[in-house]
């Protein structure tokens, strides 16, 4: 087959985006451009490689398998070309990223201005899904996610933890006092979460023998954003995500409660590659830059006010 590589890439963003226009646009040509650049593509393979209709684009079963072995020839030559020229200094293209809707919110959308100041020529593209990707088959080239994958065709690197605090907003605390001992909550209105029961089994800190307060709640729901919103406005206390409420503790709308005598398990965050791509500079660039980012997440307060200012 003779075949031209930026055909090949072409077809890649055709599939991802869904329409012809789209990857017109992107690449800022005529649709007729991308149109002749699709239909060499498929005469150079003899077969049909989409389904075109009013309802939109299809893959077809060619187009499938032509998809997958497209995005290996592509990564392969971006990974030749790197080691070739040395390590760039500004990696660059389309990275496809699948992540929780918690850590999409947490770790990838305030962190991504940061990103893109240092690597202006990284594009994004962001799965926020709770459901695990077929990273071959979807084309991901990193999914962030906690606990560690079981396929023996992916490589998964730590790059943080994460734990649950507990949280007031400073209204609720001036209006109902600061519990100082885990005895102290039953006098307090506790927020849980009705989507997730595990989650109000609040785990004491107390070695081998410890115990756990079991939370019924003054009030319940089963939406983190409004669990969090909750807190805020002063409606109680909760356990929260730490990445979601350091932040907000930083700002001085938040307070963490009762440190040290809540078990402080720590959640480990992997970024999860295939070992096919883990090498490619634009996606090392992302994980060294998030792994970084949460490093600075886990700093106490004060250094990480001090190390912003200075």
């Known amino acids: 087959m003779q075949l031209q590589l930026d055909d090949i890439a072409l077809f890649t963003r055709i599939a991802e985006l869904g329409t012809l226009s789209a990857a017109a646009r992107e690449r800022d040509v005529p649709v007729s451009q991308v149109t002749r650049s699709l239909a060499r593509l498929e005469a150079g393979c003899g077969v049909r490689l989409l ?24 990564d392969s030559t ?9 390590k760039q200094s500004s990696p660059s293209g389309w990275v496809r990223v699948s992540v929780s809707a918690l850590l999409a919110e947490c770790l990838v959308a305030p962190s991504l201005g940061g990103l893109y100041r240092r690597f202006p020529q990284l594009h994004l593209d962001i799965n926020a899904d709770d459901r695990l990707a077929d990273m071959a088959r979807d084309g991901i080239d990193i999914a962030i996610r906690t606990g560690t994958p079981r396929n023996d065709t992916l490589v998964a690197r730590q ?15 001036a209006a109902f006092g600061t519990p100082t001992t885990p005895e102290d909550l039953h006098q307090h209105r506790l927020i849980a979460n009705s989507a997730s029961p595990a989650l109000n089994r609040w785990a004491l800190r107390e ?10 709640g003054h009030t319940r729901t089963d939406s983190s954003a409004l669990h969090l919103s909750l807190v805020l406005h002063g409606v109680g206390i909760a356990q929260l995500n730490e990445l979601m409420a350091q932040p907000l503790v ?18 480990p965050i992997y970024a999860v590659m295939l070992q096919t791509r883990q090498r490619l500079p ?19 307060a004060d250094v990480a006010d001090r190390a912003s200012s200075g």
């Open 78 to 86: 971006a990974e030749l070309a790197a080691e070739i020229n040395g």
């Open 250 to 267: 930083r700002a001085g709308r938040l307070v963490p409660l009762l440190q040290g005598q809540f078990s402080d398990e720590r959640i």
């Open 51 to 74: 389904h075109r209709s009013t309802h939109g684009l299809s893959l077809t079963d060619e187009g499938d398998t032509f998809l997958a072995y497209g995005r290996r020839l592509l």
């Open 282 to 300: 634009k996606i090392r660039a992302c994980i060294d830059y998030w792994a970084e980012w949460l490093a600075g997440m886990a700093e106490p």
């Open 207 to 216: 070695g081998a023998n410890a115990q756990a307060l079991q939370v019924g």
């Open 159 to 173: 790059i943080g933890t994460h734990g649950r605090t507990l949280y007031a907003a400073p209204n609720y605390l």
